[in-house]
């Protein structure tokens, strides 16, 4: 891992096109600087300058906007230009967004936001500072499942705020605290984040707009690094971070079943530090909630949250991924923690392939982790090999041995949920009845 | 007459126009312009002196689509994008489309000549056309033979400042001039080229916008490509850098490349340069040891670039600061002037090697490298494969190298001898135009 990174740490900084371009200071200590570029709301993209520690002049970041970001914004320039008529077409039907979108959704809809925490207090205290903010005609709910409640850390934080509700989930296991999140909320929509995480006050709206057409049932958002400080967190962003870029995109029914040999890749939708779930379908017998099994906190590691988008796409509703509902999250600092994220990735990888195979039948599973697999990880080592990729060949290897144990993983992680039981919905119409208010 | 080849300016934001009339020329090779930013270069054939619009239009929408596009959405980009949909509400600040700096920086432009009166004219006769007001023109006479440059000035130039420097040595009239200059920003030129007119604002642009900035360099295309030498010379590299803005910064704590700003050739060249006066203060003026006039007969340029990035100064490559260099007529000039480079080079390792030695070891490796990459390894190239440059070229530039390795300190013990000979700063200056010159403080 002593990879030489000359741009760690990276500052992260947004400008926006739509007010005059500002030279960009006080980057002093850092030898790089990423630009989030925003146009309103609208986040177009990014741009990464090597500033060697000196401020940006509003003419560097033009050019680097022009240079990385040209085709985008050509786009938007040439939209209703008169002598390009075929341009203009390509835009309407293929560029273009539509913004009279965000107010179609009636304000009647309600949103609960079902937040997940362990013990990280200070970080909960800002996230929910955030969530208070929000600017929304309906009615949100903000639910707090706290997933250790034996250290007491977390009441004193959700008590500062009030009318947020407190829920404790003793069960260790994300999949469990989310689960107790749905099953406690009582909005039409439920929105899962994590303690991690700050938004911007619009970032409801657009993750709950989508839900005007009655065939979506998920909707995921862009995750932004909060901050770039230490080169465990910049190789985290490398291996792909949470974000699934700026492009927005839906998938349905179809493309779950698109092939026959390949697995689709429900792990390139997004992640639940960032999606909203119409409540209905957790209801629905053939989708109900997280599988325990998989998931933080449980051995086999992640998988919990592509188990259930897998799911309900497979009931049949579709999933639309909407990059300007964006949260920026503080990825972990240090080195143990980036290689247990992504041993647990690797592990969570292969224990939601066997899910799909055990549950559903999913036979491409096998073909994904017997030929997919091991071929990505061939070529990944002879792209590192040959100075293409910055990415360590020993996290290579750490993914592999995350691979290897995921069966195992997966085979404990059943035998514990056996033992503490499976989350369910309570007997009692009335959700609210065991909430610890 | 085989193979010339006419020398072009092909402005965008102007309809595009065939050629005509160019009996005797094979070909053009047109600079692109967008609004006065280069964007490269097209090469157009002509049949009978003769080549049409849309054979332009072609070639040019096949080679730079995506950077007149670029170069589009980058001046979109200084207003803001109210409402991105509409065009109109983008403004563009003149019919240039570059913003005019506002005059209220004086810039000096100095020109060093050597009894080469009738370019010189060509050269000042462009500086009368810049389109930015507030410069002073100041020509450093070097160490005359005639008083052909002086009758010159006074004769058909009296509004530009005219001073002797008697110490013979480019680096020796390139300080001449840092003492004299009255300007903020002191921008050097040499006697063998033609101005663009955008010139100095392009550069007083740069400067303004970054007050981190210290150095500009910019594009230097062929003023004109009628020999054979003057093709090969552009073959070579030539001098130009590119078509990009790039900026340049050694950031002496990260791990980044250590020999980033040792080829100092990269950067740009003496003959289209420009500083903040303030800064030779502070690093030092040009190495009188070290350019033409003297032994090393080049490197003064270089060795300032490296200085100015080395002392943790920001260097910009400005493309849109254009000048035309007219390149040597004849092969034997050409042979001259490139094994003049290999000397000047090594002269400037060998001068920083001796300046910097915490640097000694990064210059050495890099200078091996060089030599080995550049030198040798082409030279053994051109026995297996058809060279692209004749093989003496690369045989004079390898003797200039081996010859720079050593000159330097003679030119050195030289420099100290005129120093001597002349006291520290020449006080027999002639300084005519402006009476009254003011001392920099």
């Known amino acids: 891992m002593n990879t030489p990174l000359n741009n760690v740490p990276m500052a992260i900084r947004s400008v926006d096109l739509s007010s005059t371009l500002h030279a960009i200071d006080d980057l002093s200590k850092y030898p790089a600087c990423r630009v989030y570029v925003f146009l309103g709301t609208r986040l177009l993209g990014m741009v990464d300058i090597e500033n060697a520690r000196q401020s940006i002049s509003p003419a560097r970041l033009r050019d680097a906007i022009a240079d990385q970001l040209g085709w985008k914004l050509s786009s938007l320039l040439m939209g209703d230009h008169p002598y390009q008529p075929e341009l203009s077409l390509i835009e309407k039907n293929v560029l273009a967004r539509d913004t009279a979108e965000l107010s179609r959704l009636p304000a009647s809809v309600s949103v609960s936001i079902a937040l997940a ?9 800002e996230c929910l500072a955030a969530l208070c903010k929000q600017e929304s005609p309906r009615r949100i709910e903000i639910v707090v499942i706290d997933n250790h409640p034996s250290s007491g850390l977390t009441p004193p934080v959700v008590a500062d705020f009030p009318g947020v509700v407190l829920v404790s989930e003793a069960r260790q296991g994300l999949a469990y605290a989310r689960n107790a999140g749905f099953v406690h909320s009582s909005g039409d929509i439920v929105i899962a984040t994590d303690d991690d995480v700050i938004m911007p006050p619009d970032w409801v709206e657009q993750l709950v707009a989508p839900f005007e057409r009655s065939d979506v049932g998920i909707v995921t958002g862009n995750v932004l690094p909060r901050e770039l400080e230490t080169e465990f967190q910049y190789l985290f962003e490398a291996y792909g971070g949470l974000g699934r870029g700026f492009e927005e995109f839906e998938v349905g029914p179809p493309w779950l079943r698109a092939s026959r040999r390949r697995a689709a890749p429900t792990w390139k939708l997004g992640a639940t530090a960032n999606a909203a779930f119409r409540a209905s379908v957790f209801r629905d017998p053939k989708i ?11 051995p086999s590691g992640v998988g919990e949250d592509t188990y259930l988008f897998y799911k309900i796409i497979k009931a049949g509703y579709s999933l639309v991924y909407k990059p300007d509902a964006y949260v920026w999250h503080t990825h972990r600092r240090d080195r143990k923690a980036l290689r247990s994220q992504i041993y647990n990735y690797s592990k969570g990888h292969v224990a939601y392939h066997l899910t799909t195979l055990l549950r559903n039948g999913d036979k491409r599973a096998v073909f994904r982790l017997l030929v997919e697999l091991p071929r990505t990880y061939v070529k990944r080592i002879i792209q590192r090999l040959r100075g293409h990729s910055v990415y360590p060949v020993s996290l290579i290897l750490l993914e592999i041995r995350g691979n290897l144990a995921g069966p195992f993983t997966l085979w404990r992680s059943r035998r514990r949920v056996r033992r503490e039981g499976r989350s369910e919905f309570p007997l009692a119409t009335d959700a609210r009845a065991s909430r610890v208010e | 007459m085989v193979d010339r080849v006419k020398v072009l300016e092909i402005e965008v934001s102007q ?61 979109n980009l200084e207003a803001p994008f109210a409402d991105p949909r509409n065009l109109e509400n983008i403004k563009v600040a003149d019919d240039t489309g570059n913003p005019v700096p506002a005059d209220n920086i004086l810039v000096t432009v100095a020109v060093c000549t050597r009894d080469r009166a009738e370019q010189l004219r060509d050269c000042l006769t462009s500086l009368t056309r810049l389109t930015y007001g507030n410069v002073e023109i100041l020509i450093v006479d070097n160490a005359p033979g005639t008083d052909e440059t002086r009758k010159l000035v006074l004769s058909e130039f009296p509004d530009f400042r005219y001073v002797v ?27 063998d080229v033609l101005v663009d007119p955008l010139w100095v604002g392009a550069m007083v642009r740069v400067f303004q916008d970054d007050p981190a900035v210290m150095a500009v360099t910019g594009l230097v295309a062929p003023a004109e490509m009628e020999t054979g030498a003057q093709r090969l010379f552009e073959r070579y590299g030539g001098f130009g850098r590119g078509f990009r803005r790039i900026w340049y910064h050694v950031d002496a704590a990260s791990r980044a490349d250590p020999f980033m700003h040792i080829g100092a050739g990269k950067f740009g060249t003496g ?29 003064g340029d270089l060795e300032m670039f490296f200085r100015v990035l080395e002392e943790g100064y920001t260097l910009v ?15 034997r000039e050409l042979h001259v002037q490139l094994t003049n480079h290999g000397v000047g080079l090594y002269s400037y390792f060998m001068r920083s ?12 490796r890099f200078g091996l490298w060089w030599f080995w990459y550049w030198n040798i390894r082409r030279l053994l190239k051109s026995y297996i494969t058809t060279p692209r440059v004749p093989r003496d070229l690369i045989v004079a530039e390898l ?27 020449s006080t027999d200056s002639t300084t005519v135009g402006i009476p009254e010159p003011v001392r920099p403080e």
């Open chain 2, 165 to 191: 420097e008697p110490r013979p040595g480019l680096d020796w009239a390139r300080n001449r001039a840092i003492d004299e200059a009255r300007g903020e920003i002191l921008a050097y030129t040499d006697d």
């Open chain 2, 271 to 299: 003959a289209n340069m420009a500083y903040r006066r303030s800064v030779f203060g502070k690093i030092g003026s040009f190495d009188p040891a070290l350019d033409v006039g003297t032994v090393t007969n080049g490197g």
């Open chain 1, 288 to 298: 109900g909630l997280m599988d325990e099994a998989l998931g933080p906190g449980m």
């Open chain 2, 15 to 75: 309809p595009l126009t065939g050629f005509s009339g160019l009996e005797g020329y094979n070909s053009i090779h047109g600079l692109v312009r967008s609004n006065g930013d280069p964007v490269g270069y097209i090469d157009v054939p002509l049949c009978n002196g003769y080549c049409s619009a849309s054979a332009v239009r072609a070639v040019l929408l096949k080679t730079y689509s995506d950077k007149l596009l670029q170069l589009m959405l980058r001046r």
């Open chain 2, 317 to 331: 490559y400005e493309p849109t600061a254009l000048v035309w260099h007219r390149h040597r007529k004849t092969f």
């Open chain 2, 353 to 364: 090697a001796r300046n910097y030695p915490r640097r000694r070891r990064d210059i050495i």
């Open chain 1, 117 to 125: 925490t362990f013990d990280r207090p200070e970080q909960l205290r």
């Open chain 2, 399 to 425: 003797r200039g190298a081996l010859t720079g390795m050593t000159r330097y300190p003679k030119a050195r013990r030289r420099a100290e001898q005129i120093r001597a000979e002349y006291g520290a700063e």
